[in-house]
């Protein structure tokens, strides 16, 4: 068992859960540095272990280091995001649209 778990403290009862909901930011500059073996291997740890919907767990994890191709991934994401945007209603959330038109 972590050292940081204790017995009988359920998640939500931990004051650690909270803090980091609360100071949770979204990043949209990343630093160029490479992120150690051992952060990546706790982050895929996590990932993994995340609840899902209905418990598929239906995720794929794929971990790019060269530096090139990650250049590429970059541009294929973007190209992506413009051409979601342009079939996106205006005024409206790409993922609420997505929703809507696969679900129903």
Same mark, same amino acid.
């Given at each position: 068992?972590?050292?940081? &778990? ?11 859960? /909270?803090?980091? $909901?609360? &100071?949770a930011?979204?990043?949209?500059? /990343? ?11 706790? $982050?895929?740890e996590?990932? $993994? ?8 767990? &239906?995720?794929? /994890? ?14 294929v ?10 079939? &996106?209603?205006t ?6 649209? $997505? ?5 129903s």
């Amino acid at each position: 068992m972590p050292p940081e &778990t204790k017995i009988g403290v359920f998640p939500w009862q931990s004051s650690d859960l /909270f803090e980091a $909901i609360n &100071t949770a930011r979204a990043l949209r500059r /990343f630093k160029p540095d490479p992120v150690p073996d051992e952060v990546l291997s706790k $982050i895929l740890e996590a990932g $993994i272990r995340a609840p899902s919907g209905s418990s598929e767990q &239906t995720w794929l /994890f794929v971990v790019v280091k060269d530096p090139e191709q990650r250049r590429k991934l970059g541009e294929v994401y973007r190209k992506g995001g413009g051409i979601l945007m342009a079939h &996106t209603p205006t005024g409206s959330s790409p993922s609420i649209w $997505i929703r809507s038109r696969t679900t129903s």
